[in-house]
């Protein structure tokens, strides 16, 4: 029989479990974790770094550290929710072509939409379980 696996992609920290015997089991990350950190970091040498090893490094590489990414799906650039979040946060959001707000990565010279920083995050949990 299949496993069912869910996949909690949080704000903060984001978690993936798997149904045995009828209750959820939390599978540990790479690093041994039971939840990985939702952040996303570009190194100066090029590197995409994810979870905690993106988040460890964010003091030194603010410019280039996502976190929070989800407080940003689906919102218009102009939405006071967006403007609440440029305020706390490092990294520069900009509007993209059609008026949604978007990640400037400069260490990359690209922006990036949430759906695709979240998408790196998803992906480290997959390869994590």
Partial sequence: MAKIIGIDLGTTNSVVAVMEGGSPVVIPNAEGSRTTPSVVAFTKGGDRLVGITAK???????????YSVKRLMGRRFDEPETKKTMEMVSYNITEGPHHDARVSVPVKSKVYTPQEISAMILGKLKRDA
């Avoid at 460890?56 to 996502?66: C, D, F, G, K, L």
């Fill in 56 to 66: 460890r490094q964010a003091v030194v590489n603010p410019e280039n550290t996502i």
